[in-house]
Structures are given as structure tokens and as C-alpha cells.
């Protein structure tokens, strides 16, 4: 069974630091991409950044330059470092994973930013 196991998700303050961390397990097809997604209070779920399997990031506008997306395909394995957190960072983070013909979803991890 495909299963994404998230963790590091938490409370810090407005300026801290955090990293996610997401392995992926029973993974039976190659992994194209890797990354995560958040959906905060009232809001739909967007992308945060994702990695593919030949190393090309791609972020959205308003983490650049604070977050930064690693991965390992080996290990199928992607994290998240999140510096200078705001408090507009605040929201559950869901690892992602696709394939070819599949896509994989984590159950998601609360991250909450105080001002």
C-alpha cells in the first residue's frame, strides 16, 4: 500500500523556523515529483513547491527565497525548510508525490505561525 508519512509540522513563532519532512513508502511506480502543498483557514489547497526526479524546483511566488524543497529519489523521500515563517504560513501541508499515471496525497501536517 502507497502511503506518504509526513512530520515536523508544529508551532513557532512569527520569524522561526521549521522543516517538514515526507518518505514515501510502497512506492511501486517511478516517482516523477515530489513536493508539498498547504490549504490554510478558508482557503483552497495551492501548491508550495515541488521537486521532479531530475532536480527542477519550482515555488510559489510568495515562499521564494524562504523555503527550500530537498529531495532524495533513492530514498523517495522530500523536505521542506521553511525560514522567516509569517503568520500567513499557517496551514496543514499535504507531502504529494506523482507518477506517470498516479498521484499520492499525505494525510497532511499542521504548521502554526503566531504573530
Known amino acids: 500500500q502507497v502511503q506518504l508519512v509526513e512530520s515536523g509540522g508544529g508551532l513557532v513563532q512569527a520569524g522561526g523556523s521549521l522543516r517538514l519532512s515526507c518518505a514515501a513508502t510502497g512506492i511501486a511506480f517511478r516517482i516523477n515529483a515530489m513536493g508539498w502543498y498547504r490549504q490554510g483557514p478558508g482557503n483552497q489547497r495551492e501548491l508550495v513547491a515541488i521537486?521532479?526526479?531530475?532536480?527542477?524546483?519550482n515555488y510559489d511566488d510568495s515562499v521564494k527565497g524562504r523555503f527550500t524543497i530537498s529531495g532524495d529519489n533513492a530514498k523517495s523521500t522530500v523536505d521542506l525548510q521553511m525560514n522567516s515563517l509569517k503568520p500567513e504560513d499557517t496551514a496543514v501541508y499535504y507531502c504529494?508525490?506523482?507518477?506517470?499515471?498516479?498521484?499520492?496525497w499525505g494525510q497532511g501536517t499542521l504548521v502554526t505561525v503566531s504573530s
Open positions: 521537486i521532479t526526479s531530475g532536480g527542477t524546483t
Open positions: 504529494y508525490t506523482r507518477g506517470r499515471y498516479r498521484e499520492v
